[in-house]
């Protein structure tokens, strides 16, 4: 499968910053040809990408916040030019919320709860983590804490990293958390992603740390950033 990194950023502060390589737009990934949470700014990146909309064949949104959701009614517009309906599989907040009735009629809504790929997590709100499988299986966390069991083996994993320790994390994946969890499911390749500015200016030691405590090869996802797997 093939992973193109849009905008890998996440939380307020990349939002109104969009620093050059880490700010917001959520990712895409081939051969299911998802766009997985298009926060600001998400349509244009992902346009300068080469990622043409009408191919998209399904928005997946884990969850109402900004960062998540800033270009999903522009995503949806792009994708549904050509008049068919996308298939849009996310929580009833988003849905009920942040959608006006007009792009209502432009989507195919999903609770996520009846789609195989959702794991529901831990982010004091609605929210789902998604697992793709085509010869890998590749994990998102979306926003959440961790606990063991959480999640099945996997060969790889997009993490939501915002902190470096659980006592800082609130309702977020930490460093800490992320080592156990790459631990915890064997993943081979870990993508660091969301960040926060404490983390953007220590990204080559997080990488260092996780290639040190765990067996995966850590990958600090950037903008523009086309992985395959
Ligand atoms: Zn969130």
Redesign the pocket.
């Known amino acids: 499968m093939r992973i193109y990194f849009v905008g890998p950023g996440g939380t307020r502060h990349l939002i109104a910053k969009q620093p050059p390589g880490f700010g917001t737009g959520g990712f895409y990934v081939e051969p299911f040809n998802y766009y997985i949470d298009p926060g600001p700014a998400a349509l244009y990146k992902a346009l300068r990408m080469g990622i043409n909309p009408e191919k998209i064949k399904a928005l997946i949104v884990t ?1 109402h ?1 900004l ?2 959701t800033g270009d999903m009614l522009a995503m949806i517009e792009a994708i549904t030019k050509t008049e068919k309906k996308v298939p849009l599989i996310t929580t009833s907040l988003v849905y009920e919320e942040r959608i006006d009735d007009y792009h209502k009629n432009l989507v195919m809504y999903r609770h996520f709860s009846e789609w195989s790929r959702a794991i529901p997590v831990k ?1 004091g709100t609605e929210c789902f983590g998604v697992l793709l499988e085509e010869e890998k299986r590749l994990l998102y966390t979306s ?1 959440t804490t961790y606990e063991k069991g959480m999640f099945p083996d996997v060969d790889a994993v997009i993490g939501n990293v915002v902190v470096f320790r659980d006592s800082q994390s609130g309702k977020h994946l930490s460093l800490d958390s992320f080592i156990n969890l790459i631990q915890d499911t064997g993943a081979k390749i870990a993508f660091v992603a969301h960040f926060s500015p404490p983390l953007l200016y220590r990204l080559q030691e997080i990488k260092e740390r996780i290639e040190s405590e765990t067996d995966a090869k850590a990958i600090i996802a950037r903008e523009g950033l086309i992985y395959d797997l």
């Open positions: 969850h916040h960062d998540h982010h926003d």
